[in-house]
T-cell receptor, first 111, second 113 residues
Framework: QKEVEQNSGPLSVPEGAIASLNCTYS??????FFWYRQYSGKSPELIMF????GDKEDGRFTAQLNKASQYVSLLIRDSQPSDSATYLC???????????FGKGTKLSVIP | DAGITQSPRHKVTETGTPVTLRCHQT?????MYWYRQDPGHGLRLIHY???????DKGEVSDGYSVSRSKTEDFLLTLESATSSQTSVYFC????????????FGEGSRLTVL
């Protein structure tokens, strides 16, 4: 069974700080990695995807992938109260139709 | 907006009754998915489809069936609903092959009494 693990939190950070969200996965053949944000009562929305080792930046968000360590992270710089949500990590294997999700980390940004 | 519509958005039913949830897409994507989301379990895949009449099971498929007779519609059926199937159900489409991201519908909240 492919597993994706996330710290459930809640993770609390002050406004303006860097929030660091982490995810590990069990399938070494995984090739596609996604971060979703989900506000309470809403559907998940895609924030970032990453396929290659290293960092990928998009505005205040940076995704980091280390396939050797089977680890993917999401950094949120200059955190805002509007970033308060649950963040879901998702992983897909090579040629796989399926995405496996972690249980999510709840982030609270304190004004 | 990925053009995904789920219906009904809310439903309350009784144990033992059949329930069908509908997912409709307007953009002709090949891959469609049904997930359920429960506290403490996150999003879990029920069934998915990779084309008309082509479907396969996910990790929590027991008690559920699906059908896809047209590209745009993917139906999830609970033949005889149980209280353990009380959940929020999300339909999703995958935009490009096996590397693309998922886009989700707004969800259907099902309560089985």
């Amino acid at each position: 069974q492919k597993e994706v693990e996330q710290n459930s939190g809640p993770l609390s950070v002050p406004e303006g700080a860097i929030a660091s969200l982490n995810c590990t996965y069990s399938d070494r053949g995984s090739q596609s990695f996604f971060w979703y944000r989900q506000y309470s009562g809403k559907s998940p929305e895609l924030i970032m995807f990453i396929y290659s080792n290293g960092d990928k930046e998009d505005g205040r968000f940076t995704a980091q992938l280390n396939k050797a360590s089977q680890y993917v992270s999401l950094l949120i710089r200059d955190s805002q109260p509007s970033d308060s949500a649950t963040y879901l990590c998702a992983v897909s294997g090579a040629g796989s139709y399926q995405l496996t999700f972690g249980k999510g980390t709840k982030l609270s940004v304190i004004p | 907006d990925a053009g995904i519509t789920q219906s009904p958005r809310h439903k309350v039913t009784e144990t033992g009754t059949p329930v069908t949830l509908r997912c409709h897409q307007t953009e002709n994507h090949r891959y469609m998915y049904w997930y359920r989301q429960d506290p403490g379990h996150g999003l879990r895949l029920i069934h998915y489809s990779y084309g008309v009449k082509d479907t396969d099971k996910g990790e929590v498929s027991d008690g559920y069936s699906v059908s896809r007779s047209k590209t745009e519609d993917f139906l999830l059926t609970l033949e005889s609903a149980t209280s353990s199937q009380t959940s929020v159900y999300f339909c999703a489409i995958r935009t490009s092959g096996t590397d693309g991201e998922l886009f989700f519908g707004e969800g259907s909240r099902l309560t089985v009494l």
